[in-house]
């Protein structure tokens, strides 16, 4: 059954902490905490969207349907975003399927709620408008990146970003994930692996892969690693305070 997360709870997801109080302190008693396994459906772009949640330990990949039975991936979200809020927020965006990557605990609430929230509060337009041009700034770096560099970096980029997401050196994903995110053939994510595990970067299991050097991975890296950790981990620096209020 579902729980009802404490505020130091919530607090593990980095956005939630950066709402403005009052939100904050309507969202709370709203929202359950709801344990997620690898593969669920949070939402399905063919059923209407009901909750948003925060993710606090998970990690979510997303989906855009190709209308031809395909999807293709498009992001990530971890413990600096929302999921749901597409279908809420003035600019307006594609469907999407949002899918479990990393198994953990989400806080939910009902849409309807939060919606009524996000009309009521400035300050929280605000800070989803500041949050939707970082998200600009991500997705078109990483169609820059997919264009234009090998898998070998893509590979050791896509590590890093899941690592900034939960700040863990320990996923739990399988090769499959992995290829589906960065559009090759599993069996070229298993050879990739291999010479990353060869090169001491990484120790693998199954459906199991260790983060050994950082560092490693960053120098394997493309450029893009540095503009793509925002994708979990944002520079709120640039967040205007007045939004925080």
Request: with cysteine; aromatic share 6%.
């Amino acid at each position: 059954m579902a729980k009802l997360p404490s505020m130091s709870a919530i607090s593990a997801n980095e956005l939630f902490s950066r709402l403005p109080a009052p939100v904050q302190a309507a969202l709370l008693p709203h929202l359950k905490l709801l344990e997620v396994a690898r593969g669920q459906l949070l939402i399905d772009d063919r059923e209407p969207v009901t909750q948003l949640g925060f993710p606090l330990t998970c990690v979510a990949r997303i989906d855009a349907p190709m209308g031809d039975g395909r999807y293709a991936h498009t992001g990530e979200l971890g413990r600096h975003h929302m999921v749901g809020t597409h279908v809420v927020h003035t600019q307006s965006f594609s469907p999407r399927r949002v899918t479990v990557l990393i198994p953990g605990y989400i806080a939910t609430c009902d849409i309807g709620f939060y919606r009524n929230q996000f009309k009521r509060s400035t300050a929280l337009r605000d800070t989803i408008l500041w949050l939707q041009m970082q998200a600009h700034r991500r997705v078109g770096q990483l169609a820059a990146c997919n264009a234009t560099h090998d898998l070998r970096q893509r590979l050791s980029r896509l590590l890093l970003q899941i690592h900034y997401m939960q700040d863990i050196t320990v996923l739990p994903v399988a090769h499959a994930d992995l290829a589906h995110i960065l559009s090759v053939r599993r069996e070229a994510i298993t050879r990739e692996l291999a010479e990353v595990e060869a090169a001491g970067l990484v120790s693998l299991a199954r459906n199991r892969i260790e983060l050994v050097s950082l560092e490693g991975l960053v120098s394997r890296s493309c450029p893009c690693h540095t503009e793509l950790m925002y994708s979990g981990r944002y520079d709120y620096s640039t967040l205007n305070p007045r939004r925080r209020a």
